[in-house]
């Protein structure tokens, strides 16, 4: 066994035999609470996080329903004012910081980077367990903004509204927002350590998959920025507190500062969003066409690229701020920049597909639904960073259509399409494929019709954060609405036929897609410490076709 | 409801056909960087889909070729927009000169005008002439909001402590929405009102009409007296104070030594932070006026100094 090349899977199921105690797969590990709260498992950690991350994405959604029955009518009827602005708060603060932050590097990222790397484990599993502890805290101290009585700030924060005249529970959302930065930090210094030092013999660097470097690229921000937000976030309870002069005029303060500072943390923020949503897809495109994908160095090295180019371009958020011309002009240019790396991940994820073996599993369905929108919210990005176009659809629904294109769109739709690929290697039992087709196409569909609407609400002139608006755009929004029903049974779908896998499903086999990579050579569900031997890699990723593919059907 | 859909906001200034020609030839250059992409995968889907018998052979593992020329080419066919785009935003930055002055005021929830030469004052209601180039100044009492025009695709932000400008030409006599784009609080989203665009002839009227009987400047200068700046300031005063006539424009040199130029934001400034800026061989003797006069008092005082060359000045008193 020790010369064969990990990659290598033998055809049929190995026979069954007792399996030692290591080998007993993670989730039969220990039934006790005990087991799950205080866990060092990669993999169990990952688990308590995908049901947190549900939770808020669930309390999230909620807010977003409630806005969109509201805008169903022009009038204001269902929700206050301060309803409303309480809402779209919650639901930005939430859906950002407790869903999309964190969303698939802790719990895709959390599971299978060990697993992918050849490792037993994160370098720090017990930092691991504790960017858990101080995630959950974080969410308590939202849970109770939200219960108090709510923040009516938006999720931005803007100074000197939130320092001096909003008076919702703006130091509860603060701390909730400030201590879930401590989580992002040591989950991205725990995933450079990992992936620096924890890497099987033979691992080189030009042998990770492409889901590892985009992670290793995102930990990077997360390592970088959030300190930054942190520090902003001090400053902001400062005035607010104690009066200290910072941001508002009239203590003799700088309204602008906050901005750049905000979206210094925040444009790269987005790519937190981003980078490993783009990986997951690196991943599901490969699998999907069992080819080598397309120009691996290029995809690797654009998501650094993406890194460092995301932190010069905060100020495209600030074109009408009162921020100097030319300072706008060089926002502007380098946001067209920016766009290079994200658009040659798209032209080679397409040339992956040239002579590849493309079979139609829900995963492959999940990435044309992230690549289709992504690529429609990359596209209105860049239109908004052309200034003149972005003096008019700044702050109006435009923007919203774009970062819902990308941030739901893109990164929702890839986290369900990894939730697909990954679900037998984590669950270890097979979903029915048919369902999971439809759910993809019941989310693009839904999607589009939900927030296609809102681009042509945004040129025609109608301003974001609005509770009530002219009659003139009800059928715009009445559409928006109901798109946003289907969607939403779209996202509740796999809640029936996933959760119906768990306990009637067949046995997940160890290679359902025919896939490469380690992660694919341990049992499903993995044992508790993923490898019997240290793997060791012999060649590149994505080397299809397998030698001795795992055949399905 | 409504079932009439505008399916194109109204252009009310050639700049804002303008902006329409960059936004449609940019969703063009959309549609044809879009379209291959979306086209292709479709086509290689099908054709390659598995288990279908076609030629796999001299697959590649990726071309330096065409991922230059992929990274190239759309990124330079972007860059003619980016141009385009910063052309048309200096244009709609740069102050017209001669322009017709109207001071705005932003407090929550609700927008002041001033036109400077009649003085006349409105609320949540702009009135311009077409065809002449106006410029308002903007400052916001509270927080910070965004006066949006959508039918001139001009919009800026409006702050506290600082002023910030917005120069137009609209060309289309019409009624068109005035909005607030910056998220400012409860009734943010009421927060509107509407620019009325008039032939010169029915602006001239709707200005004798609404007509106050002081331009903005006399108000000021009525002020000026009212809040004792005259007894400091003025030519009879026996303090040693810097004699404001003709000081709009200059650069004055500080007690710091930076010199500045006396725009609105220094005469603002001077006037509620005296202490910050101290004029060069004058006592630190001018008590702060924060708290004590309000945005809309501040610019016609301003406006009032900006008005008065020396001469006016003396027969004043
Ligand atoms: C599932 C259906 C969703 C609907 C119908 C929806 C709807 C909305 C609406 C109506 C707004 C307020 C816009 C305004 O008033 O100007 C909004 C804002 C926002 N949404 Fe969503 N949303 C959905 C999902 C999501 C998801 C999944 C995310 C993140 C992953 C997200 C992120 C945001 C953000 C960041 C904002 C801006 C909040 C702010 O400006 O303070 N949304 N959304
Ligand atoms: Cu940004
Ligand atoms: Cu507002």
Known sequence: MSDASPLQESADPPPPRETPEEQVSYLRAGYSLKSWFFTTDHKRIAILYMVAIMFFFVVGGAAAVLMRLD?????????????????????????????????????????????????????????????????????FFTLYSLVAGGVDTGWTF????????????????????????????????????????????????????????????????????????SITLVLLAAERMLGVGIFDPALGGDPLLYQHLFWFYSHPAVYIMLLPAMGV???????????????????????????????????????????????????????????????????????????????????FLFAMSFI???????????????????????????????????????????????????????????????????????????????????????????????????????????????????LAVGYMLPVFYLGWSLRWGKPAETNPWGATGL?????????????????????????????HPASRD | MSFVTPLWPPQASAYAEQVDRLFLGFS??????????????????????????VDRTHRTRGSVWLETSWAAGPFLLVL???????????????????????????????????????????????????????????????????????ALRLKQDVLPGRYTTLSFTADRPGTYALRCAEFCGANHAVMGGRIVVQTPRDYAQWLSRSGADKSLAERGKLLFRQYGCSGCHGPASSVKAPDLAGLYGRPVSLESGETIIADDQYIRDSILFPHRAIAAGYPPIMPTFRNVIEEEDLIALTAFIRNTRAEDWREEE
């Not at chain 1, 074109?319 to 798209?346: D, E, N, R, W």
């Not at chain 2, 063009?28 to 018998?53: E, N, Q």
């Open chain 1, 71 to 139: 805008l169903a009518t022009p009038s204001a009827d269902l929700l206050t004012s301060d309803g409303y602005n309480r809402a779209f708060t919650m639901h930005g603060v939430i859906m950002v910081w407790f869903f999309l932050i964190p969303s698939i590097p802790t719990t895709f990222g959390n599971f299978l980077i060990p697993l992918m790397i050849g490792a037993r484990d994160l370098a720090f599993p017990r930092l691991n367990l504790l960017s858990w502890y101080i995630y959950v805290i974080a969410g």
């Open chain 1, 158 to 229: 803007y100074t000197p509204l939130s320092t001096m005249f909003a008076n919702g529970h703006v130091m509860a959302a603060l701390s909730a927002v400030f201590i879930v930065g401590f989580s992002s930090i040591l989950t991205g210094l725990n995933f450079i350590v990992t992936v620096h030092k924890l890497r099987a013999p033979g691992m080189t660097w030009g042998r990770l998959p492409l889901f590892i470097w985009s992670h290793y690229a995102t930990s990077l921000v997360l390592l970088l920025a959030t300190p930054v937000l």
């Open chain 1, 281 to 363: 897809v690196s991943e599901l495109v490969a699998a999907a066409a069992h080819k080598q994908v397309f120009g691996y160095w290029f995809i690797a090295y654009s998501s650094m690229a993406i890194a460092a180019l995301g932190f010069l371009v905060w100020g495209h958020h600030m074109f009408v701020s009162g921020q100097s011309m030319y300072a706008s002009a060089i926002f502007s240019l380098l946001s067209v920049a920016v766009a290079v790396p994200s658009a040659i991940k798209v032209y080679n994820w397409t040339a992956t597909f040239y002579k590849g073996s493309v079979s139609f599993d829900p995963a």
């Open chain 1, 372 to 486: 289709g929108l992504f690529v429609i919210g990359g596209m209105t990005g860049l239109m908004l960073a052309m200034l003149a176009v972005d003096v008019h659809l700044h702050d109006t629904y435009f923007v919203v259509a774009h970062f819902h294109y990308i941030m739901v769109g893109g990164t929702v739709s890839a986290f369900f399409g990894a939730l697909h690929f990954w679900w037998p290697k984590i669950t270890g039992r097979d979903y029915t494929k048919m369902w999971g087709g439809l759910t993809a196409v019941l989310i693009f569909g839904g999607f589009n019709m939900t927030f296609f609407p809102q681009f042509l609400l945004g040129y025609l002139g109608m301003p974001r954060r609005y509770h009530s608006y002219d009659p003139e755009f009800q059928v715009l929004h009445l559409l928006s609405s109901a798109g946003a029903s289907i």
């Open chain 1, 519 to 547: 992660e694919w050579t341990v049992p499903s569900p993995p044992p508790k410490h993923n490898f019997e031997e240290v793997p060791v890699v012999v060649e590149g990723p994505y080397h299809y076709p397998l030698k």
């Open chain 2, 28 to 53: 063009a250059l959309t549609v044809l960087l879009v379209l291959p992409v979306f086209i292709l995968i479709g086509i290689f889907a099908l054709k390659y889909r598995r288990g279908r018998d």
């Open chain 2, 80 to 150: 003619g927009f980016f141009a385009w785009g910063v052309a048309l935003y200096v244009d709609a930055q740069t102050e017209p000169v001669g322009a017709l002055e109207i001071s705005g005021t932003a407090k929550q929830w609700m927008w002041k005008f001033s036109h400077h030469p009649g003085g006349q004052r409105e609320i949540n209601e702009l009135h311009v002439p077409a065809g002449e180039p106006v410029k308002i100044t903007l400052t916001s009492q509270d927080v910070i909001h965004s006066l949006y025009l959508p």
